[in-house]
């Protein structure tokens, strides 16, 4: 069982920076897919980034590419989402998430196992 715990939201000016963690039990996390993911209210739940850590790869969604960048400690088992240039539309809660095993990527909400509480991000105008 993969117990992940987000932290580091909280309330930032348009145009301003946040560094969500998400800090996960296990001692093979280098081996899991990670990614994140927000849902607004009264939204679904859509896809942020994702790194496959072994092979070097990231990915993101074009509503973020280019102002978000997601990282990863292993020997601290965290994973990091950067956010800078922040918009009120990134208002939402997000979310960690985690799998071990998956198929062909890019990797969707539906192919992850293990997901994190959340932690609210308000970003005001």
């Known amino acids: 069982q993969v117990q992940l715990v987000e932290s580091g939201g909280g309330l930032v000016q348009a145009g301003g920076s946040l560094r969500l963690s998400c800090a996960a039990s296990?001692?093979?996390?280098?081996?899991?897919?990670m990614g994140w993911f927000r849902q607004a209210p009264g939204k679904e739940r859509e896809f942020v980034a994702t790194?496959?850590?072994?092979?070097?790869?990231?990915y993101y969604a074009d509503s973020v590419k280019g102002r978000f960048t997601i990282s990863r400690d292993n020997p601290r088992n965290t994973v990091y989402l950067q956010m800078n240039s922040l918009k009120p539309e990134d208002t939402a809660v997000y979310y960690c998430?985690?799998?071990?095993?998956?198929?062909?990527?890019?990797?969707?909400?539906?192919?992850?196992?293990?997901w994190g509480q959340g932690t609210q991000v308000t970003v005001s105008s």
């Open positions: 998430a985690a799998v071990r095993k998956y198929g062909s990527l890019p990797l969707g909400s539906s192919d992850y196992d293990y």
């Open positions: 790194i496959i850590w072994s092979r070097g790869a990231t």
């Open positions: 296990g001692r093979t996390f280098s081996s899991y897919a």
